[in-house]
């Protein structure tokens, strides 16, 4: 077993059952060794856990490119937000990694930084083709982030109870994003 393995175990425990549940212990028996025999693969709990964000990083990053490859304007919003939304869906541990402290106490971890600018390349290129650069593609890319984060994870938590279908809802909102977009342009 090796550190890949080790931090898969880690990501699906944290998708089972959530990342506050991922301890070193836990994580020992889950893989049946005992918790220092772990050291060999991680630099503790912090460690476990910045690999963590660095895995959820990179593939989201990875969903992120595939879903905006060859598509503009409002197809690459759409591909770029339901990217997103699948991958707080399919990995809700995981990408609670990427989003917790980790980042917060160790902004200047280089790896870390580059995973992010790799993921952050495609959503800049499709902000691209509504002519948004600079600081007003970053403020685009904020809104879309929190249009997918949002959206994602109130789904995930069941904060959808009305009987509609939130697919719809995703849509509509995706539609009044993209169309803000498209205003920005004239």
């Known amino acids: ?94 990408y609670a990694a990427t989003v917790r402290s980790y980042r917060l106490s160790h902004p200047d971890d280089p790896e870390l930084a580059q995973a992010e600018g790799q993921a952050f390349e495609p959503v800049l290129a499709v902000l691209a083709s509504y002519g948004l650069f600079g600081q007003e593609a970053v403020h685009a890319a904020r809104g879309l982030r929190s249009v997918a984060h949002g959206f994602a994870t109130l789904e995930v938590a069941g904060g959808f109870g009305i009987a509609l279908d939130p697919e719809e809802s995703f849509v509509r909102l995706l539609e009044a994003f993209a169309a803000g977009l498209r205003d920005q342009r004239r």
């Not at 893989?31 to 460690?47: D, E, K, Q, W």
């Not at 990179?58 to 490859?69: D, I, Q, T």
């Not at 197809?75 to 990217?83: D, Q, T």
């Open 1 to 94: 077993m090796g550190r890949e393995a080790v931090v898969e175990a880690a990501a699906s425990l944290a998708d089972e059952k959530g990342l506050e549940a991922v301890t070193l212990s836990g994580l020992a028996s889950e893989l049946g060794i005992r918790t220092p025999s772990l050291y060999n693969h991680v630099a503790g709990l912090g460690g476990l856990r910045r690999e963590l964000a660095l895995m959820g990083v990179r593939e989201l990053g990875h969903r992120l490119s595939r879903a905006a490859a060859g598509k503009a304007a409002d197809e690459g919003i759409f591909g770029l937000a339901r990217a997103y939304r699948g991958f707080v869906k399919e990995r809700p541990g995981l």
